[in-house]
């Protein structure tokens, strides 16, 4: 089977840099994913890594490295907004996704 | 807008009772999944459909079932056998084949016991 590991909860101020880890136990690994969601919402996607390396998408980055079984989520310029639950996946397997989420991390963002 | 639609957004259930979320899509997506959402436990893979009329357990299935009689559509029934069905119910759907296989999620229903 599949695990992922990733700290339940982190706390920051507004306009600070957050860096959520997650380290995953899987065989047959395609790739990491990252979702969003905020508090009884509906989790959304924010980026993916099937390669080693940082993937930046606007305030957002994720960076994965294969060989450690590793990656995170780097969040810049925090915003208020920004306070919700961080989620981790793994895809495993070919020719079909089957995706394993990590438990989440909760992300505090303080004034 | 293409989305992906739950209903009901709350539900209850009586001691016995089956009850039955409907989730749709209009993405033209190929496969559908049910994820179960407890307090602190992330989310939890119930059952996938890859292709219509063919659907697959996910962790854990007991006590639940599903249908996929139409691509756009993937219900899930809550068996009587689900002892413990008070939770959070996430579906979501993806494009096989897309590099990132993203998942697109309903806003979910959350069902409690009466």
């Known amino acids: 089977g599949q695990s992922l590991e990733q700290p339940s909860e982190v706390t920051a101020v507004e306009g600070a840099i957050v860096q959520i880890n997650c380290t995953y136990q899987?065989?047959?690994?395609?790739?990491l994913s990252w979702y969003q969601q905020h508090d009884g919402g509906a989790p959304t996607f924010l980026s993916y890594?099937?390669?080693?390396g940082l993937e930046e998408t606007g305030r957002f980055s994720s960076f994965l490295s294969r060989s450690d079984s590793y990656g995170y989520l780097l969040l810049q310029e925090l915003q208020m907004k920004d306070s919700a639950s961080y989620f981790c996946?793994?895809?495993?397997?070919?020719?079909?996704?089957?995706?394993?989420f990590g438990r989440g991390t909760s992300l505090i963002v303080h004034p | 807008d293409g989305g992906i639609t739950q209903s009901p957004k709350y539900l209850f259930r009586k001691e016995g009772q089956n009850v039955t979320l409907s989730c749709e899509q209009n993405?033209?997506?190929?496969?559908m999944y049910w994820y179960r959402q407890d307090p602190g436990q992330g989310l939890r893979l119930i059952y996938y459909?890859?292709?219509?009329?063919?659907?697959q357990k996910g962790d854990i299935a007991e006590g639940y079932s599903v249908s996929r009689e139409k691509k756009e559509s993937f219900p899930l029934t809550v068996t009587s056998a689900q002892k413990n069905p008070t939770a959070f119910y996430l579906c979501?759907?993806?494009?096989?084949?897309?590099?990132?296989?993203?998942?697109?999620f309903g806003s979910g229903t959350q069902l409690s016991v009466l």
């Open positions: 979501a759907s993806s494009k096989i084949g897309e590099a990132n296989e993203k998942l697109f």
């Open positions: 899987t065989s047959g690994f395609y790739g």
């Open positions: 890594n099937a390669l080693d």
């Open positions: 996946a793994v895809r495993v397997g070919g020719g079909s996704y089957i995706p394993t």
């Open positions: 993405l033209n997506h190929d496969a």
């Open positions: 459909s890859q292709i219509v009329n063919d659907f």
